[in-house]
């Protein structure tokens, strides 16, 4: 079904389990690495007012247990690096500075704009953000928030540029 019913039916992408998120609703994400789309205008769109906790193993049965949740050992990866061509000489999939973006990769990693601080963000590593665009898109490549205040928890925003401004 992949309706994000449980862990073995998650969304087989995360864009879509954000799209049905509303009001008051909770996104749990577990560990792996998320690309935003193809494009580099593809973002994370994040769901208004919706809290969205990244750090679970993702073990079926576990679906209602949050003290599972441990970001620290179970990363959560949301990447800019849309052509999956950076470099990656660690294996774990996280640009440790920009000089390892290659090619094209997403201007913004993560969107929030217009968001209240009623969304929340919590327990990601955000990375491989290049707002190297004109305009808006030359700023914020790991997380831009225009006239947004979502409240950003247990993240690291690692090897994200922009050619303005925010990184």
């Known amino acids: 079904m ?8 998650a ?25 935003p789309g193809a494009t580099v ?8 007012e919706a809290k969205v906790y ?28 849309i052509q999956h061509d950076d470099v990656n000489t660690d294996g774990n999939f996280i640009a440790e500075n920009p000089s390892e973006i290659q090619g094209e990769n997403s201007f913004h990693v993560v969107n929030a704009d ?15 953000g290049q707002a190297n665009g004109t305009g808006g898109n030359g700023n914020g ?4 928030s225009v006239e947004g205040s979502p409240i950003l928890e247990n993240l690291a925003f690692v090897g994200n540029m922009a050619a303005n401004a925010g990184g």
């Not at 205008?41 to 208004?48: A, D, E, G, I």
């Not at 490549?141 to 831009?144: C, I, K, R, S």
């Open 41 to 48: 205008t593809n973002s994370f769109f994040l769901p208004f």
């Open 114 to 128: 217009g968001v209240y601080d009623s969304t929340v963000l919590d327990g990601f590593v955000i990375t491989a």
């Open 11 to 35: 969304f087989l992408d995360l864009q879509s389990a954000f799209a049905v998120a509303s009001t008051s609703d909770e996104v749990w994400v577990a560990q792996g690495v998320y690309v």
């Open 141 to 144: 490549g790991g997380l831009v």
């Open 54 to 81: 990244g750090g679970f193993p993702g073990t079926p049965g576990q679906e209602n247990m949050f003290e599972v949740r441990n970001p620290l050992a179970f990363t959560t990866v949301l990447s800019g690096d």
């Open 2 to 9: 992949n309706d994000g019913s449980s862990w073995g039916d």
